[in-house]
């Protein structure tokens, strides 16, 4: 009897969580040490590469547990994984701008976004610089789904690469 072959959305879950897991714990550490507004690009980078490795360990352990792997399930399983990260995330985010500190969508659109969007075009009158803050904050949500998926595509893709095998 031949036994079934993982799903996708197995490891798609798993390591989606630990990518959640892994981003809420870090931004919670941010929240208690009171930098939450800083502009230090640090967070970014440690949450990208923790993305980063967990997709990757993903798809290494899907290989590894199916003997097989091809570039479209590499990148299905990039993609699912960085999409059920994205919309835990989105979730907790939801839960923190709203019960945890109530003003800080707010305070992200004046303290974080309005000096970086006057900082990169410098002849914007400030009318300009708040509706352009006005329009980052609407689209707050769908940029963090939309950029998890093509970070998800991107390494699932890069990995597949790499690590497909293919029935010998």
């Known amino acids: 009897m031949q036994a079934k072959s993982p799903m996708v959305r197995y490891f798609a879950y798993k390591y989606g969580i630990i990518i959640s897991i892994i981003t809420i714990t870090l931004s919670m550490t941010i929240h208690f040490m009171d930098l939450t507004y800083s502009s230090t690009k640090i967070p970014q980078i440690v949450n ?4 980063t490795i967990c997709i990757i360990i993903a798809i290494v352990s899907f290989r590894s547990t199916q003997g097989l792997l091809s570039i479209e399930e590499a ?33 992200l659109g004046n303290e974080v976004f309005s000096k970086q969007i006057a900082e990169d075009n410098p002849d914007f009158s400030s009318e300009e610089v708040q509706n352009s803050v006005s ?24 990995t597949g690469l790499f690590a497909k095998r293919n029935k010998a």
């Open 135 to 158: 329009v980052r904050l609407k689209f707050f949500y769908p940029a963090i789904l939309i950029i998890a998926c093509l970070h998800g595509l991107f390494v699932g893709f890069l």
């Open 48 to 51: 990208s590469l923790a993305s």
């Open 75 to 107: 990148v299905k399983i990039g993609s699912a994984t960085a999409l059920i990260s994205a919309i835990m995330i989105v979730a907790y985010l939801i839960l923190y701008g709203n019960v945890i500190e109530p003003d800080f969508f707010e305070r």
